[in-house]
């Protein structure tokens, strides 16, 4: 089983940035994928963005394309997500997962999670 360890939250102003970080240990799949979810106040975990562990392709959520960046470092087992112009509808706890690409959009595909990372953004 993969854990993960999510951190580089905090809380900043409409319209700034954070860059979250996420180390995994563990067996990581070459072909897998890693994934970033979130989960604000009374809404459903959400999934934000993602990339292959081998071919490093990318995909976003349309709420975050154009702002949010993910990349990855492979030697670390380590993921991150770079956000830019920061809303207060990004406002939630943020959570890291690894695992197969195929279903990885769906939080109910996993079963461990970490502590996640909060953000809070204020207007």
């Known amino acids: 089983q993969v854990q993960m360890l999510e951190s580089g939250g905090g809380s900043v102003q409409a319209g700034g940035s954070l860059r979250l970080s996420c180390a995994a240990s563990g067996y990581i799949r070459p072909t897998g994928c890693m994934v970033w979810f979130r989960q604000a106040p009374g809404k459903e975990r959400e999934w934000v963005a993602g990339?292959?562990?081998?071919?490093?392709?990318?995909d976003y959520a349309d709420s975050v394309k154009g702002r949010f960046t993910i990349s990855k470092a492979n030697a670390k087992n380590t993921v991150y997500l770079q956000m830019n112009s920061l809303k207060p509808e990004d406002t939630a706890m943020y959570y890291c997962q690894a695992g197969l690409c195929e279903g990885s959009r769906n939080w109910r595909n996993f079963v461990n999670w970490g502590q996640g990372t909060q953000v809070i953004v204020s207007s």
């Open positions: 990339i292959s562990n081998g071919g490093g392709n990318t």
